[in-house]
């Protein structure tokens, strides 16, 4: 989207790398062939030095001008935000309000329909044993017609005792029904717990390491002693 009457942000974009690659050319040939060379001696480190900063300058330059041609973007994008942002957050907090609700009333009356399941249940395990025991009679008796009979009930009975889906649901204007769901949430009360459950998981490593180095990039002077890892010392130019 052209939000100004300059040509497209890729274009200007574009051009812009274009006026940086040549000098940038420049500087990564001779930084690469100093950095496969290696340095001898005091003279070509100052001459390394100086490419060093140039490339330094003229990352900083392109880093600007990024910058400058982004900027007007994402402060649209955040205009756009800001304007749209409280009428979906009303919405949200309607929607919140609503469904709350409506759990209120469909717990309720799922808890009315469980209960009307559990006495149809009950009725129909009592049908069963009235049934089973007019069987026992009947064959007693040697009427073997009437057992039948009453032993067909009494399956009827067991077969009729298959919970159903007893959860109440509501449809609105759209396709999809309401209906209470469980779901589960978590909330943080220990944490020492929390990070030995879930020592083994990829991302709690690269959550430590990254505090790890966070610490290091910190410490001034002493190396830092951390727990658990091994620190070492790296030199390099800045």
């Given at each position: 989207m052209n939000i100004s009457n300059n040509p497209p942000v890729e274009a200007q974009a574009a051009t812009e790398v274009e006026k940086f690659r040549a000098k940038l050319s420049e500087f990564l040939t001779a930084a690469l062939a100093w950095a496969e060379a290696g340095i001898e001696d005091e003279a070509q480190a100052e001459d390394a030095a100086k490419v060093l900063v140039g490339l330094r300058t003229i990352a900083k330059q392109i880093e600007e001008k990024r910058v400058e041609l982004k900027d007007p973007h994402l402060a649209a994008g955040r205009a756009v935000d800001a304007a749209f942002k409280p009428s979906l957050e009303s919405a949200e907090k309607a929607m919140k309000k609503l469904k709350a609700a409506q759990t209120t009333f469909l717990a309720a009356e799922k808890r009315k329909a469980q209960e009307a399941e559990r006495v149809r249940i009950e009725a129909e395990r009592a049908r069963e044993e009235e049934a089973k025991k007019k069987a026992a009679e009947a064959e007693a008796k040697g009427d073997l017609l009437a057992a039948a009979e009453a032993?067909?009930?009494?399956?009827?009975?067991?077969?009729?005792?298959?919970?159903?889906?007893?959860?109440?649901?509501?449809?609105?204007?759209?396709?999809?029904?309401?209906?209470?769901v469980k779901r589960f949430h978590a909330d943080l009360v220990d944490v020492r717990a929390a990070v030995v459950h879930y020592v083994d998981h990829p991302d709690v490593a690269d959550l430590v390491i990254r505090i790890a180095n966070a610490d290091c990039r910190a410490a001034k002077g002493e190396m830092p002693t951390i727990p658990g890892f091994k620190i070492t010392e790296v030199e390099e130019v800045r």
């Open positions: 032993e067909e009930k009494a399956a009827e009975a067991q077969r009729a005792q298959k919970a159903v889906d007893t959860g109440p649901k509501i449809r609105g204007g759209g396709t999809r029904a309401l209906a209470v």
